[in-house]
């Protein structure tokens, strides 16, 4: 008999739950308009917060760099092993410190972030030209809420820069990425936001991207962007051979002037002594001559070396193929109007459903609260 008891208490409290979902459906029925006036006012929210974001254009460069080393049937090995999710690391092949996988950190450090601020950038609408720094401090907008909300942090700011014994260095020429004021660093800040760079390992593929105000100036910038940074990784990988190259320049023209100074001797010793056919003449014209051969000797050798080090320098310069350059984008990134409108309603008809499903709740604590 207990069994019996308990299979038909099972269903009953199934009927219960069902009983339950259907009067919660009844009742959020019910309440129907005031479900609408929450979302109606929720749209309207979200239409004032979805048109006083600004406008942000996206400008994406995709660059595939030239690994250096590395054999042929390792490169293979390491294309399989990445295939696999085995990242064997590219720097095992080469020398370099600074490999395709670093090149996000590069982009966001502070020499580099400091190397952009006086890049010249055109502005679509006015065509005017300004300086990547000051189109961020004084032409990039933010919602009004913004304003309001770093209200409190300005005002305390203020009153510990009145209290505070921090001198501030007048006179500075340039910017010091050793030492940035308050404005550099909150546009060195800014302009990392806005600057992005995702390595793909199975691919090898940088893509940078560039989010701007303004699409003519997201482009220009990530076209400087681009530039900057295959400059940046030239210079590293060509430093050594640069080096070797400027100390053979110093030695071939060291050559060179001891080469010219032997032949002059030479010849001026030929021109004060002819005729003479003593031996100590002879052994004096014998030594100049090989003096003359071997600086000669020596300044064939030295050019010979200066041609391989200015070859050297073009072996390590990498090539970069740009799968994706950069062209002026047409339509905003962000923000999604429709995905903000969205979002916004879903919140103001959760937030009727909990009113009108909860409220005698609520109502009911109130007032045992206000009895206690």
Partial sequence: MSDGKDIIVRPENGDEEEIDLLELAAKLWKSRR????????AALIGLVVAFSIPKEYTTTIKL???????????????????MAGINLGSSNESMDAVYPELYPDVLSSVPFLV?????????????SVYTVRNYIEEHTSAPWWSFILSLPGKAIGGVMSFFSDEEVSGGKKGTDPFRLTKDEERVKEALAKRITCDYDAQTGVNTISITMQNPLVSAM???TVAAHLQEYITDYRTSKARQDMVYSEQLNEEARREYYSAQQRLADYLDRNQGLSLHSAQVTRARLENEAQLAFSLFNQTAQQLQMAKAKVQENTPVYATVEPATVPLKPSKPSKAMTLIVFVFLGCLAAAVKIL???TFTEMKKKVSEA
């Fill in 221 to 223: 910038l990530a076209d």
């Fill in 115 to 127: 190397g952009l601020f006086d890049v010249p950038v055109t502005e679509s609408k006015t065509d």
């Fill in 358 to 360: 909860f409220a005698d």
């Fill in 34 to 41: 005031t479900i609408f006036i929450y979302a109606g006012v």
């Fill in 64 to 82: 595939a760099p030239e690994l250096s080393g590395g054999s042929s049937s390792k490169k293979g090995l390491g294309s399989l092993a990445s």
